[in-house]
């Protein structure tokens, strides 16, 4: 009879059990529809005292029964009220920026770049380009897992738990054709009327709507972001099994899973449908209720942005054109010259400071003599001054109507501010450069900065360490830093046990930082984190590109001139070579492990020049390219008479296949290419 009643009681709470569970999961959805209606579509359907019930019954039920708890639920965006510094994630695609114009002659030029790399016909997707934050949502099985801002674009800082406060962004999507797992990119923003409304209570009001997004997505209180009412736009999918090929067709799918998407975005068949775009936003943005502060273009299908690729910067498939700076008029005051970590000389004018564009000036960048002896500029001259989209602003032209007779020219410096050094300008360069390139103190401790940078060998601490290592006459070159004791470091201002034990660990870490890496951060110039990534594929160990000739290091792709000869007056410098001998005294990472490991499949397709194109079924274009790279062979984006072979998959574009057959190239499939990996393997 126990047994009975017992299982009666267990049989009721049971059902009871998942009634509550049915309802809190009725609950769920429609608060979620109803976000969807409100936030994304501006078609809400009930009021707000009808939302603000259910989502107080739902908190009720979910605070009454833990156990059916949902990270994801629509009662999670409130935030919470813990204050914990941001993780770092790392992106699984780089989050590069994009490129800049300001004018439709450089857009001619980009149009006229795109269409030497493409065969085929292509089309264009013009959207707005929104002035915010730049995030990536991933997505894992519908559910949003991870969002993260730009940072350096390979890691940013993790604000799921901020961004979970933006209802126009979904935390669980709707319908079920979405990839398992994707990443889609956007724009957090603040409206006109949000900004004005928080403006009202601070005390210091912020300087525009951007500078408040910015400010709030990196606030430790969630609950304090929830009521700053940011908004979301979302405009780039990533991923391995994305809906469509082109970018547009995925974004109108991305819709359909209750993403906020532009209305805006508009396909354009030719460069002019695009001035057209342009003309439009360029009046009608004043109209829109939050700011943006030009127009992106980018190529729509996906192969094509492949084919074209990136550079270490910006992907060559899209670009980014300004809208006309905003201008405003100050006195120059003085002049300042600074001193790169490549001995660049860079003039930067002190200004009466003037509000631009939201912000205080102070500063303005005059680039080099040749502008300065262009724009005639003067001391106590009144100059104009405005934003083009660099951190710094510019000076782009004088008021001579208000020039006293009196002011003289400005004279360029002859010799190096910090070191005394006379100063060098090349032919065909418009920078002067200090040459005392070993003992110029700005040079060194620009050299030590590029060390300790993400890009480079990612070493704890930055300029104020490295200020405080080189004042104390611990650090005078690059590879000091690998020679630096506890003693020494816990002597600097500001260091404790911790503080110091990080940094030696983080020292200590940086030996398994790869060649390419450690190569870049040998600041060589010219030779950015692409090039020597290119110079690590081509010489498999720094002494092979230390012994490498002029003739040699010109028949790799993307090495010219200028950079083949940076490189050889690097390493003809005795003291470079001592540096480098120390570095590998210290086990850091000179050579390629691949030239010696298992990584490398084999050397079967050595000399090989290689394009593919289409769409595959057992590799991803990625995993094709990576294999072909590790036999040995180079990826190539065009077809040219030094192509080997042309991997074709489905839909190839016609125009390619048959510049193959023009010029004899032998073409492939898939299989083919499997199996002429696989024989002798």
Known sequence: MKSIIFFNHFFFTQMHKNEIKKQISTLRKDLEMHNYNYYVLSTPKISDFEYDMKLKELEKLEKENPDFFEINSPTQRVGTDSNEEFNQITHKYSMLSLGNTYNQQELLDFDSRVKKLLDDKYEYVCELKYDGVAIGLSYENGKLKHAVTRGDGVK??????????????????????????FEIRGEIFMPHKVFDELNKQRETPFANPRNAASGTIKMQNS??????????????????????????????KAKDWGFKIPTHIKKAESINQVFDYINYWNNERHNLPFDIDGIVIKVNLIEQQDILGFTSKSPRWAISYKFKAEQVATDLLSVDYQIGRTGAVTPVANLKPVLLAGTTVKRASLHNSDIIKALDIRL???????????????IVGVDKEKRKNDILSLEYITNCPECSEKLIRKDG?????????????????????????RKAMNIGGGE????????????????????????QIISLEGFKEKSTNNLLRSIDESKKIEYNKVLYSLGIRYVGATIAKILCKNFKSIDGL????????IEVDEIGNKIAESIIYYFQKPNNIEI????????????????SSSNVSSNKLEGLSIVISGKFHKYSRDQIKEIIEKNGAK??????????????GEKIGPSKLQKAKKLNIKIINELDFINLISEGL
Not at 480 to 487: G, H, P
């Open 580 to 595: 480098i001998n120390r570095l590998k005294k210290h086990g850091l990472q000179l050579k390629d492990k691949d030239s």
């Open 156 to 181: 940013g800082d993790d604000v799921t738990q901020n961004v979970k406060t933006i209802k126009s962004i979904p935390l669980n999507l709707q319908g079920s054709d979405y990839p398992s797992f």
């Open 223 to 252: 609950s304090q972001v929830a009521k700053r009412k940011l908004d979301c736009y979302l405009y780039y999918l990533l991923g391995e099994k994305l809906p469509s090929n082109y970018h547009y067709e995925n974004l109108i």
């Open 546 to 553: 230390m012994n490498a000739s002029f003739e040699e290091l």
């Open 635 to 648: 990826n190539s984006s065009s077809i040219s008479k030094k192509t080997s072979y042309l991997v074709a």
């Open 380 to 394: 106590g001259d009144m100059v104009f001054v405005e934003k083009g989209g660099e951190i710094i602003p510019k």
């Open 464 to 487: 104020a360490t490295v200020n405080l290592l080189f004042n104390a006459g611990f650090v005078k070159n690059i590879a000091d830093i690998y020679e630096l004791n506890k003693e």
């Open 429 to 453: 360069e418009s920078i002067h450069y200090c040459p005392n390139h070993d003992n110029c103190p700005p040079q060194i401790k620009g050299k030590i900065e590029h060390m300790f940078s």
